[in-house]
């Protein structure tokens, strides 16, 4: 019962960290760049909502 834990345990941090480096590299690849840039300006070019309305 013991090695399987062990086992089990060991074998899902791997996966999960193999998991996290392909999430890392495919965020950071060249392709992702102009969808990740496009993204990143998003909320700047929303409307101001907290302005005050001076009519």
């Given amino acids: 019962m ?3 834990t062990v086992f089990l345990s ?3 941090t ?3 960290l193999i998991f996290f480096l392909g999430i890392v ?3 950071f690849s060249a392709h992702s760049r ?3 840039e496009a993204s990143a300006k998003l909320p700047f070019e929303l ?3 907290f ?3 001076l009519s």
């Fill in 2 to 4: 013991n090695s399987i």
């Fill in 10 to 12: 060991a074998a899902s």
């Fill in 14 to 16: 791997i996966l999960g």
């Fill in 25 to 27: 590299y495919w965020a």
């Fill in 34 to 36: 102009e969808a990740n």
């Fill in 47 to 49: 409307p101001d909502e």
């Fill in 51 to 53: 302005k005050k309305d």
